[in-house]
């Protein structure tokens, strides 16, 4: 009797294994491994005597090299080369490119699903292969692919190269095909004349705060939004650039008049957010979310943004965003405070001051704005001059404008 | 992305369920448990601070609501300052994703109709954070919310004031976990005559004398190569360790099978699940420690065995690692982690990752494991093929921050090409 039911049990597992087995035929044939194109877009960087050229492969562009989708995996590879020619041999840090990046053969064997077993052994060599190496000889050129954790728009990462007694870091900020930032689609350019901005000194600056909105706006302009709580001073490749090292993500245009989190859109000069970047935190799905808008004015020949940063909580799964959507944490003063901190670590904070907006809302009596989040805050904005190259976290200088806030 | 499943509902038929009936008594820290028995002070540059880590359930006694569930556990800190500056605490050296008061109050409540936190439950938790701004003469007293650890919690504070940055790192064990490295008696791993201390030739031959490979139970077969050396008090290979984001491991109980499990079916992380025991000196690991990545699936093991001898005073620890990238099925275990062939790669991972975590002073190689080729690799216990140049690394550990590049490469020999 027993013995009859682990016969009908092997039979069924036999035939689960046929399936299984059936399944798993698909060849592994991608094209020849061409980096030719990677390489003539590559960007090119040198601190004598060494030279790193990067590029990063689009989805598509990923999926004709290796064959397999990466992007649709959370996988984006990044082509390096890297060239040394000193006299001491150098080794590059894998981790200063992302510091969980995926190993070749990891890769391969997490995409090796319905592929026969020549296929898949086909796929580890090609992506063995096509790991970089650590050691750059003197005199050797070494090129190849590091496999990191996909991010969103432009790609921001470091190349560190490691001799001896010496350390070379490169900083890269590249594109990727197939992405557009919200902020590229705008011409800067063409929103202010001349004429329309003025240029201040830091004092005129300072004298100025009491005319910059206090709250954004609605889309009829009026001023019922959230708290206009941070200033940011720099060229927009600064901010982006600072943004970006210090872990936010660019987003799309919005194609409509709600934000991701399903909530109309914040206005400001009248129009939308400029440019709207997001932190994602590690070990869940809130985010801090930063809007900024390209003020008609420069600080010392610097641009001036209003920006405001607020974080979204609340989104642990899809059902619970289905009955309650976003949950703006109404300690938008927190918002501000992570924001300083968070560039301050990432070493792109040069300066910051403290403004007093004068408009207070206790914990106790809330506000609302548009969209009904309700929020408190103490009324004052942070100014920040931030840095496109990296600035000591020592170096930075508080300038002393109002009283720091709560106190 | 993660889908709509069972767990979720019953989650919110259980919540609702809680909801209609709890009413959590407002507590305050001084009732709530001796947490403070755990505290840690430290002192410098005139600034006192005190760290104390509450457990689940004292959490659960201080705020009322189970935060540990929600991935947030919150660090109770006393900052004194009797220097002549006002000074800032800065939550984001404790933890870059911190969590405000409120948005901690709200987590355990979302998916309660309303979605929010009633007005005292905020007030209970913006209450009882920490006003970060400290002014000279002043002690302000409080919790940050951050990202939970169990087992060991290795944080830093920073302070900053006109002219000053101050960090204090502090390692607070949390009650709760059945860590491996807790029940080793060190004391008896060795008699106090068996240790040798050996200069760096002896060291060298001793290392490449060392079994190739783990063993079995019975010290027969060859496992995973024994691609580590550590060198370091056992204070400092875990705060090290525990600096670098490696998390350690609990011991086999019914309790950490059956987290273990849940975690295989759903895939999600549990950090401190145990690892199975691989042997050298005829005993398994003495300590290991494991790096989550996406899933439980993709993570990096390290074991550790304490070696009997000593250099330059400090023990020396013959170790393995390997990065788990999948599972696959066995005869021998039904289940087990495929391990990345490519161990030399691994190797070189924790190498970078413990620089740039500034826990490593110095490194070098030394030869002991046995070469294996791409094309002829070698198999461990549960099958699975490895290469590798056979080369160890050696590393010497540290609880002191060194900037990675003053980490320095001792010449012994260097792999050819890695």
């Known amino acids: ?407 | 992305m993660k889908q709509v499943n069972l767990k979720s509902i019953a989650l919110v038929a259980s919540l609702l369920l809680l909801n209609a009936c709890a009413s959590a008594p407002p507590v305050t820290p001084d009732n709530a448990g001796d947490y403070f028995a755990r505290a840690r002070t430290q002192v410098e540059d005139g600034i006192s601070v005190t760290a104390a880590v509450p457990d689940r359930k004292e959490t659960k006694a201080v705020f009322g609501s189970d935060l540990y569930k929600r991935g947030v556990q919150p660090v109770w800190l006393e900052i004194t300052n009797s220097s002549d500056r006002k000074v800032t605490v800065l939550p984001a050296g404790l933890d870059p994703g911190y969590f405000s008061p409120t948005e901690a109050a709200n987590l355990d409540l979302k998916l309660v109709p309303g979605g929010k936190a009633t007005p005292s439950m905020d007030a209970r938790f913006v209450g009882q954070s920490l006003d970060t701004g400290v002014d000279p003469g002043e002690t302000r007293k409080g919790f940050i919310f951050s990202a939970l650890d169990e087992g060991t919690k290795g944080f830093n504070v920073d302070i900053i004031g006109e002219g000053l940055l101050s960090t204090f790192t502090f390692f607070i064990q949390v009650p709760g976990l059945h860590i491996d490295h807790y029940s080793v008696d060190w004391s008896k791993l060795y008699a106090k005559d068996e240790f040798q201390d050996l200069d760096a030739d002896a060291l060298k031959a001793y290392l490449a004398a060392q079994t190739c490979c783990t063993t079995d139970k019975t010290a027969e077969g060859d496992g995973d190569p024994v691609n580590l050396v550590v060198i370091g008090a056992p204070r400092e290979v875990y705060a090290a360790f525990i600096r670098a984001g490696w998390d350690e491991s609990e011991t086999i109980t019914t309790g950490t099978t059956w987290k273990t499990v849940q975690s295989f079916v759903g895939g999600g992380e549990y950090r401190y699940s145990p690892v199975s025991g691989l042997y050298v000196f005829g005993r398994p690991q003495d300590v290991a420690f494991q790096k989550a990545r996406d899933n439980i699936h993709e993570r990096n093991h390290l074991r550790l065995w304490m070696s009997p001898v000593t250099f330059e005073g400090l023990p020396v620890w013959m170790g393995q690692i390997s990065r788990d990238i999948g599972v696959h099925f066995t005869k021998k275990t039904i289940t087990t982690h495929k391990i990345d062939p490519d161990t030399d790669e691994t190797r070189e991972f924790l190498l970078e990752d413990l620089a740039y975590s500034q826990a490593l002073a110095k490194f070098a190689y030394v030869e002991g494991a046995i070469p294996a080729p791409i094309d002829e690799p070698r198999g461990n216990f549960t099958g699975d093929p490895y290469f590798t140049d056979g080369y160890r690394l050696v590393m010497w550990v540290t609880s002191t921050p060194v900037d990675t590049n003053d980490v320095v490469f001792i010449d012994w020999i260097t792999p050819p090409d890695l």
């Open chain 1, 1 to 407: 009797m027993k013995q009859g039911k682990y016969h009908k049990l092997d039979a069924a597992l036999i035939a689960v294994l046929i399936l299984l087995t059936a399944c798993s035929v698909a060849p592994y044939k991608p094209a020849p491994l061409n980096v030719d194109a990677l390489r003539q877009r590559a960007e090119v960087q040198s601190f004598e005597p060494l030279t790193v050229k990067a590029a990063v492969p689009s989805a598509e562009e990923s999926k004709v090299l290796f064959g397999v989708p990466l992007y649709d995996n959370g996988v984006q590879p990044v082509w390096l080369e890297i060239t040394n020619g000193g006299d001491e041999n150098v080794r590059f840090a894998l981790v200063s490119v992302d510091p969980d990046y995926f190993s070749p053969l990891e890769v391969s064997y997490t995409l090796r699903k319905g592929f026969s077993k020549e296929a898949r052994a086909a796929m580890d060599k090609r992506f063995h292969n096509s790991g970089i190496t650590r050691f750059v000889e003197s005199g050797e050129t070494v090129s190849g692919f590091v496999f990191t954790h996909l991010s969103p728009g432009t790609k921001s990462f470091n190349v560190d190269l490691f001799g001896v007694e010496t350390m070379q870091n490169f900083a890269f900020f590249i594109q990727v095909p197939g992405f557009k930032p919200d902020h590229a689609e705008i011409d800067f350019k063409q929103l202010y004349t001349r004429d329309e901005t003025r240029e201040l000194t830091t004092e005129e600056f300072r004298d100025s705060m009491g005319e910059l909105s206090i709250y954004t706006a609605n889309k009829d302009a009026e001023p019922s939004g959230l708290p206009v709580n941070v200033v940011i001073v720099g060229n927009g490749i600064d901010v982006l650039r600072a943004l970006l090292r210090a872990g936010w993500y660019e987003s799309i245009a919005a194609s409509s008049d709600k934000t991701g989190s399903g909530q109309e859109t914040y206005y400001l000069y009248g129009r939308k957010p400029d440019a709207v970047f997001r932190f994602q935190r590690k070990n869940s799905v809130d985010r801090n979310e930063l809007r900024v808008w390209l003020a008609p004015m420069r600080v010392d020949g610097e641009m001036v943004w209003l920006g405001q940063v607020t974080n979204f909580v609340g989104q642990r799964s899809y059902i619970e965003q289905v009955f309650y959507g976003a949950h703006l944490d109404p300690d938008v003063d927190d918002a501000r405070s992570f924001l300083l901190q968070n560039i301050w670590y990432a070493q792109g904070l040069q300066s910051f001051a403290w403004s007093n907006a004068g408009k207070s809302i206790p914990f106790d009596q809330p506000g609302t704005d548009f969209n009904g989040n309700p929020f408190f805050t103490d009324g004052f904005r942070t100014v920040l001059w931030f840095s496109g190259a990296p600035y000591s976290l020592l170096d930075t200088t508080p300038l002393n404008w109002d009283e720091v806030p709560g106190q």
